[in-house]
């Protein structure tokens, strides 16, 4: 067998560390892992089966691919140990599943990605666990709403379609002096731009699916935990039997090996964009962390490195017949749902709210912004508003 190459090492930058992640797992000389199709593993005698203590045992139980990916996801996280499952949404559930037990009540932020209000109104429900939603601004605030029953305060900052920056440091401070946990939804900064465990969480869960993927090809999820919530995640992540599938890890572990200069141009050109629109009579306001009117701005400017391609624009209200036809004028921004691949995208949302109101009159759009050229993606949205203001 060829020596392996030698794991990252902590000295170098993040940018270098990220271009080299899962480099040790890479055999006879290939710079990437192989994809193991695998699930039967051999022991080579009956002391080898009897004592089970080689590497690999059984395909579910970890692969070279997986654990490569793995490594690059703790790499990107910060974390102790990660894991990774079959999509973002699957991240959340395993997680909350491997915390939450009957009888338990849970702090979920108001701006949370509505799939998962979906699965705390339904399935925790359902188990006899309650799902309290608080204002994505509390800060320390959140710890009137913690309860002795309390397991898990759930963050997700940004927020989902309104942007709402969260005190994440504050809030783990309530949490942890009232015994819980703070886990955090952290796809928007891809755990790049935002140090989910240097600002206090306890374990960090992605959509890989957005940024770590990055090309609009795959479906994943990663759960980062820090040492303490390891052995208990881990734990349930086998007894309900998660595992993901080969060729996806394999895309995910690519896309994070180009993560650094993608979402840094994803940055710079959503820049660009947000400020033209701001410059618009048809724009109310623009949601981006990165601008100075949004919320939670000063938040952004402390704890994040960077901001991505995703933000929001309210416009003035308009006919919905105007709104339809701003959409079916642009060429280059496409109307779909999962973003943080290279295409730019923009959909209309009308934000669920339980614990605040959403008071704005007019339209919203969430504006993924891609990799193509900036201006090419203002003339675009430009011919969107002449289209708006012809019908
Ligand atoms: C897309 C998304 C998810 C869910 O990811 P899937 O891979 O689609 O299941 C979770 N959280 C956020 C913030 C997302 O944008």
Redesign the pocket.
Known sequence: MMSKPLAVPADLAPETRLVHAGASYGEHGFVNPAVYHGSTVLFPTAAAFHAQNQPYLYGRRGTPTSRALEEAVELVEGGYKAKVTP????A?STTLLAFLRAGDHVLVTDSV?H??RAFCDGMLRGLGIETTYYAPLIGHGIRHLIRPETRIVYA?SPG?QTMEVQDIPAIAEATHKAGALLMI?N??GAGHYFKAFRHGADISVQ?A??YLVGHSDA???TVTCSAETWDRFSAAYEEMGVFAGPDDMFLTLRGIHTLDVRLARHMASAIAVAEWLRTRPEVETVLHPALSNAPGHDLWRRDFTGASGLFSVLLKPCADAALDAFLDGLRLFGMGF?WGGCESLCIPFRPHRTATRWLPEGPCLRLHVGLEHPEDLIADLAEGFRNLARS
């Open positions: 999509s973002g949404m699957s959340v990605y799939p998962v997700e989902s939804d796809t928007w959509a699916t957005k479906m994943m999820g999962s």
